[in-house]
């Protein structure tokens, strides 16, 4: 052996020894962190799960809730495709969905059914961009260079496999299609009962929200949305800011009427009503002490007043205040705009070119475009599942959540509502909610038998912690003390399915979240009061109400873990301790996801042969394509 490959065996070794040592440690450290927890079941951790074993459902909840006992469901999945093609980027993105139906029964056991002719095709929906590279940071905000300021850097520059790499167009037009099928699949004449979503809806909408923030983006440049024509008028900035704060179901108290939600609210109340005077709204919202009253006034003056380019939304009139009316119906306008743009976007038109499906007289339809409009469509499913009752779940296979451990339990330690948590174990456990969960479930599992849940709590927890200066039974919010929509979804952790030949093998635990339905989760056993210290002013906190079923009966959590302990299958790997649904529409989603591979791979031999296109082509490859191609030939002819 020389002493050139003597050395290259030498440094392979010992990397290969480091990575050895490493891992072995990893493992280590993960054994005595699981180790740690022993005994938190019997301690506190048992008191917030719930196991849900004799596979029925509570006619009651089915007969008040869905008012029938045969439910349609729908599950929806995506797909996203992205590959350059010569000096071409393709992007492609899908959402399909799965449908079946759950029959309940006079016991309260549940049949689910699956339409197997339907899944044969399957139905979604689906479009394509293809554009050129150096186009593509007109479209997509996530690589365009900025400073320190957040301000764009014209100076910033990036090679062409990093934006292609990098891009996040396709994924944003995934999210768009999912949430687009899922406001047709809930609307129209004929709407499901139960729509299952392979995402987390509230932490999309807190996502989109953020996203979308008037705050994080040149409104004037970066959407290509505002200056459309809608209904004869043109969408602008202010029409963008308020649509997307907008949002809430009155009958839940939302958006409540604290923080940065009270002028929303205030923007709904006089939307909903005649010109009100200050005295009416106090009245009418409840906000009696002298700090409320000042953040109204503040409030209300900020409504008034022209930020450029947002314009004011409230004008007063003597004492009376109103909306002013060209803003009067700017949800429903919004509406029609996001809903004419996305029918063109996935129009199955073969005729609707590219560039009509996106640009908006001349103009590119962006990121914050597409992450804006699915924040509408995800307002949009929520409301219609309000009016037509349908339960809406988000389920999440694989997470890193730790609000369980971090703020859910320390939070309601603080408020002396329970009694235990991970801080008297140590700091030294496992960090993830999902990893501690299985631990405990495998170490306990003849007290804790399949299928089970956490105790449901509001999502408006993930924001919440402890005081910031320790003042007792008060919350601050966990950034910029802010505390997120409360009352609006509530979420759990579950465990379907063990092996029947060996009980140490049990399924993973999955995350899921639902909608918050007025009757159901507001009842005075479900909902419990945090005082938020807002203003820092802790004699006069703010309320934050929530739904918490740590101390009542959960039939909705009861039946929603009995349908999906139903929608299991002993027969398939892939579906121990997952829904079969949602693995059907994966499959829809990854057929069309290869078909299309397909195509643009065919499409790209098409251009490469064509011999007017030769030499031009040989410049529009890049170097690193070309050598990989010659790399290829070189290995097959050998």
């Keep these: ?3 050139e490959s003597s050395t290259i065996v030498k440094r392979l070794k010992q990397a290969g020894e480091l990575l050895l040592k490493g891992a072995s440690k990893q493992v280590s450290s993960y054994r005595s962190r699981a180790d740690s927890l022993e005994g938190v079941y019997d301690r506190f951790l048992g008191k917030i799960l719930r196991s849900y074993t004799n596979g029925k459902v509570s006619l009651s909840l089915v007969d008040s809730f869905f008012r029938k006992r045969e439910l349609k469901f729908a599950a929806v999945d995506g797909t996203i495709y992205k590959e350059p093609v010569f000096d071409l980027v393709v992007f492609f993105a899908g959402a399909y969905f799965s449908k079946g139906n759950v029959s309940v029964a006079s016991d309260g056991r549940v049949c689910v059914t699956y339409d197997d002719e339907f899944n044969d095709c399957g139905y979604g929906v689906s479009s394509v961009l293809p554009i050129y590279v150096n186009e593509v940071p007109q479209v997509d905000q996530t690589i365009l260079g900025r400073d320190e300021t957040g301000t764009q850097d014209p100076t910033v520059s990036y090679h062409d ?25 809930v609307s129209g004449n004929s709407p499901v009962d139960i729509l299952l979503m392979d995402r987390v809806c509230s932490s999309e909408l807190s996502s989109y929200y953020a996203e979308t923030s008037e705050y994080r983006m040149d409104l004037t440049s970066e959407a290509g949305l505002i200056g459309a024509k809608v209904d004869g008028q043109t969408f602008t900035a202010t029409d963008w800011v308020y649509a997307r704060q907008l949002f809430g179901n009155p009958v839940l ?4 009427p604290r923080g940065e939600y009270l002028l929303p609210r205030v923007i709904m109340e006089l939307m909903s009503t005649r010109a009100m005077t200050r005295q009416e709204i106090l009245d009418r919202l409840s906000l009696k002490s002298e700090e409320q009253k000042y953040k109204l006034d503040k409030d209300l003056e900020r409504g008034m007043s022209n930020r450029d380019p947002v314009k004011r939304i409230i004008t007063r009139k003597g004492e009376h205040f109103s909306i002013v009316p060209q803003f009067k119906d700017v949800v429903e306008r919004t509406e029609r705009l996001v809903l004419q743009v996305a029918e063109r976007m996935f129009s199955e038109d073969p005729s609707v070119d590219y560039e009509t499906r996106f640009k908006i007289d001349g103009r590119w339809i962006t990121t914050n475009d597409l992450a804006f409009m699915s924040l509408m469509f995800l307002y949009m499913t929520m409301r219609m599942c309000w009016k037509n009752r349908v339960l809406l779940v988000g389920i999440a296979k694989d997470t890193s959540a730790r609000d369980m451990k971090r703020q859910l339990l320390p939070v309601l330690n603080y408020t002396n509502r329970f009694q235990g948590s991970f801080e008297d174990v140590g700091a030294d456990t496992p960090d993830t909610d999902r990893m501690i969960l299985q631990w405990v479930s495998l170490r306990e599992r003849t007290k804790l038998p399949v299928p089970w849940a956490v105790m449901e709590y509001d999502t408006a927890f993930k924001t919440t912690v402890p005081h910031f200066n320790g003042v007792s039974g008060l919350i601050s919010g966990a950034r910029r003390n802010q505390v997120s929509l409360n009352s609006t979804f509530v979420k759990s952790y579950f465990q379907l399915s063990e092996a029947g030949s060996e009980p140490n093998l049990r399924s993973n635990v999955l995350l899921y979240d639902r909608l918050v339905h007025p009757g159901i989760d507001d009842q005075e056993s479900t909902t419990f009061v945090l005082k938020h210290d807002y203003g820092n002013k802790p004699e006069d906190p703010e309320d934050v109400r929530v739904v918490l079923y740590d101390r009542a009966e959960n039939a909705m959590q009861e039946f929603i873990v009995t349908v999906f302990k139903s929608m299991t299958s002993a027969s398939i790997p892939e579906l121990f301790g997952h829904l079969k649904p949602l693995y059907i529409a994966d499959k829809v989603a990854k057929f069309y996801y290869g078909e299309f591979k397909r195509v643009v791979e065919s499409t790209g031999v098409w251009l490469s042969r ?10 529009l490859s890049t170097f690193r394509e070309r050598r990989a191609e010659y790399e290829q030939t070189r290995r097959t002819t050998e």
Excluded at 174 to 182: K, P, Q, S, V
């Design 610 to 619: 064509k011999p007017e296109l030769r030499d031009f082509l040989f410049y």
């Design 1 to 3: 052996m020389s002493e």
């Design 253 to 256: 108290g939302t958006p409540p």
């Design 161 to 185: 496999q990093w934006i292609v790499d990098n891009s996040a167009f396709a994924d944003y037009l995934m999210g768009l299609a999912e949430f687009y099928l899922a406001y047709r699949l």
